[in-house]
């Protein structure tokens, strides 16, 4: 899409400026709640990429409509990750992948609706109410990326950037039939993303296609110095060769929750690759299933220490006017922070505090570096670990509110990349008999982003939607 767009304002067929002022019509006029600002600086931005054009400096993305996820700061604007305490957040410079959205003339047309501070697998979770499913407005659009990957599905947008901590780009990628990525940490910097979990947060790009994720992950993924975690471009090593052999996590269909058809959907797709030369061998990866319980003890308790700041008093808006500061940080931080978000909060507390911390946050760490291992030298022969995106495709919206643990089971299978900080993709697979759309993941060795390119152009040519 993007390449014919460019094709379109190059030859003059269209011009920059129709084509922004289509998209940010329907984004105006949308009722999803996928978007909680269209940007009024729209004209400049316009402007400023007209003239590149006219330089002949224009790049693949120049006049493409982009959407942010509201935890992705843009100077001048708000950046309020759709939580209370941040409603007044302007941000004061630009993150790493807005600067190079601008610096190849995009146009970034709005910041997006997701859960509050990306805690959540369903957008639910936001201050400012759902983002509904453009297949089923009776259903969830997954999150925490919701708003984005609903804005690229109903075509708000041509692009969109969400943040992954734990699926929250590929698991609504895969609710919403569309393209969603996980970076491997480290390829993409996180300077000016509002931070969840640091070890496992990576700004991921969105798209209706393989071939406009692998654009805009191109432009995003520079160096930056002024990210301490972020990897140069020459330590970036990987044999990016298919081998076409791809492992499959024994006995993942073994435990509950499963719907028949996502494993049907699965088999199928498994079954095309086949005919294309694909071998698929089910390996033993003893502590793969325990990345889950890994992830819901590591997360909360760096969700505990970033959020302390968010105060009041340093950061955040402040609600109370008691003298005594203990009083004046529970009545702020009880009334801002949503319930999902307290509730992290004092769980990540509750494993860093003394006499827990050996018992738990420590032994999570150990058996993260396990995890990480096993996934390692599986993909030294293998191309790819193969799993569905999701147990089940977009549920209704308030099905899983009452239930933080049936809720949390939605990131099933997206989790162990981030514990082990490999890249990762979700592509569309084919629908429901309701019409559902369903996706199935890879994930790659480190650095192994152009083996998932290429695996996920394979589901493109043989899906059967």
């Given at each position: 899409?993007?390449?014919?767009?460019?094709?379109?304002?190059?030859?003059?067929?269209?011009?920059?400026?129709?084509?922004?002022?289509?998209?940010?019509?329907?984004?105006?006029?949308?009722?999803?709640?996928?978007?909680?600002?269209?940007?009024?600086?729209?004209?400049?931005?316009?402007?400023?990429?007209?003239?590149i054009l006219a330089e002949g400096k224009a790049t693949?993305?120049?006049?493409?409509?982009?959407?942010?996820?509201?935890?992705?700061?843009?100077?001048?604007?708000?950046?309020?990750?759709?939580?209370?305490?941040?409603?007044?957040?302007?941000?004061?410079?630009?993150?790493?992948?807005?600067?190079?959205?601008?610096?190849?003339?995009?146009?970034?047309?709005?910041?997006?609706?997701?859960?509050?501070?990306?805690?959540?697998?369903?957008?639910?979770?936001?201050?400012?109410?759902?983002?509904?499913?453009?297949?089923?407005?009776?259903?969830?659009?997954?999150?925490?990326?919701?708003?984005?990957?609903?804005?690229?599905?109903?075509?708000?947008?041509?692009?969109?950037?969400?943040?992954?901590?734990?699926?929250?780009?590929?698991?609504?990628?895969?609710?919403?039939?569309?393209?969603?990525?996980?970076?491997?940490?480290?390829?993409?910097?996180?300077?000016?993303?509002?931070?969840?979990?640091?070890?496992?947060?990576?700004?991921?790009?969105?798209?209706?296609?393989?071939?406009?994720?692998?654009?805009?992950?191109?432009?995003?993924?520079?160096?930056?110095?002024?990210?301490?975690?972020?990897?140069?471009?020459?330590?970036?090593?990987?044999?990016?060769?298919?081998?076409?052999?791809?492992?499959?996590?024994?006995?993942?269909?073994?435990?509950?929750?499963?719907?028949?058809?996502?494993?049907?959907?699965?088999?199928?797709?498994?079954?095309?690759?086949?005919?294309?030369?694909?071998?698929?061998?089910?390996?033993?990866?003893?502590?793969?299933?325990?990345?889950?319980?890994?992830?819901?003890?590591?997360?909360?308790?760096?969700?505990?220490?970033?959020?302390?700041?968010?105060?009041?008093?340093?950061?955040?808006?402040?609600?109370?006017?008691?003298?005594?500061?203990?009083?004046?940080?529970?009545?702020?931080?009880?009334?801002?922070?949503?319930?999902?978000?307290?509730?992290?909060?004092?769980?990540?507390?509750?494993?860093?505090?003394?006499?827990?911390?050996?018992?738990?946050?420590?032994?999570?760490?150990?058996?993260?570096?396990?995890?990480?291992?096993?996934?390692?030298?599986?993909?030294?022969?293998?191309?790819?670990?193969?799993?569905?995106?999701?147990?089940?495709?977009?549920?209704?919206?308030?099905?899983?509110?009452?239930?933080?643990?049936?809720?949390?089971?939605a990131d099933l299978f997206t989790v162990p990349a981030?514990?082990?900080?490999?890249?990762?993709?979700?592509?569309?697979?084919?629908?429901?008999?309701?019409?559902?759309?369903?996706?199935?993941?890879?994930?790659?060795?480190?650095?192994?982003?152009?083996?998932?390119?290429?695996?996920?152009?394979?589901?493109?040519?043989?899906?059967?939607?």
């Amino acid at each position: 899409m993007i390449n014919d767009l460019h094709k379109k304002i190059i030859s003059g067929e269209i011009s920059i400026k129709e084509l922004v002022s289509s998209y940010v019509e329907k984004a105006k006029s949308e009722k999803l709640n996928a978007f909680r600002e269209v940007f009024d600086d729209i004209d400049e931005q316009v402007a400023r990429a007209e003239k590149i054009l006219a330089e002949g400096k224009a790049t693949a993305l120049t006049g493409i409509p982009v959407a942010i996820k509201d935890n992705i700061m843009m100077a001048g604007h708000i950046a309020g990750a759709c939580s209370h305490m941040l409603d007044h957040h302007t941000a004061a410079y630009d993150s790493t992948v807005i600067k190079a959205l601008k610096d190849a003339g995009a146009i970034i047309i709005g910041r997006t609706n997701m859960d509050d501070g990306a805690m959540g697998s369903s957008t639910e979770n936001s201050a400012y109410g759902p983002t509904l499913n453009p297949y089923d407005t009776t259903r969830v659009p997954g999150g925490s990326s919701g708003g984005s990957t609903a804005a690229v599905a109903a075509d708000l947008a041509v692009l969109a950037l969400g943040s992954d901590t734990g699926g929250s780009v590929r698991q609504p990628s895969s609710f919403c039939g569309v393209v969603g990525m996980l970076p491997t940490y480290g390829t993409v910097s996180r300077h000016g993303l509002i931070s969840m979990g640091s070890s496992l947060d990576v700004i991921g790009p969105i798209a209706k296609s393989v071939v406009d994720v692998q654009t805009l992950y191109n432009l995003i993924s520079a160096y930056e110095p002024l990210d301490a975690t972020c990897i140069k471009k020459e330590d970036r090593v990987c044999d990016t060769k298919l081998k076409k052999k791809i492992a499959i996590p024994k006995g993942i269909f073994d435990q509950g929750g499963i719907d028949p058809e996502v494993k049907e959907n699965f088999e199928n797709i498994k079954k095309e690759m086949e005919g294309q030369g694909f071998s698929f061998t089910e390996v033993d990866l003893p502590h793969y299933g325990d990345s889950l319980a890994v992830y819901y003890i590591l997360m909360p308790a760096e969700v505990s220490s970033n959020l302390a700041r968010l105060d009041g008093i340093r950061y955040g808006d402040r609600v109370g006017t008691s003298k005594v500061q203990q009083d004046l940080y529970g009545e702020t931080r009880g009334a801002l922070f949503g319930k999902e978000v307290r509730r992290r909060i004092l769980l990540g507390t509750y494993v860093l505090s003394h006499g827990y911390y050996d018992a738990y946050y420590n032994k999570a760490v150990a058996l993260r570096e396990i995890i990480r291992k096993e996934i390692a030298n599986t993909l030294e022969d293998y191309d790819a670990i193969f799993t569905p995106t999701t147990p089940t495709p977009a549920f209704k919206i308030g099905e899983k509110s009452g239930d933080p643990v049936s809720m949390y089971l939605a990131d099933l299978f997206t989790v162990p990349a981030n514990i082990a900080q490999h890249p990762a993709i979700s592509v569309p697979s084919g629908k429901t008999e309701e019409g559902l759309p369903l996706g199935v993941q890879f994930i790659g060795p480190r650095f192994g982003e152009e083996k998932l390119f290429a695996l996920g152009k394979v589901i493109e040519g043989v899906r059967n939607d």
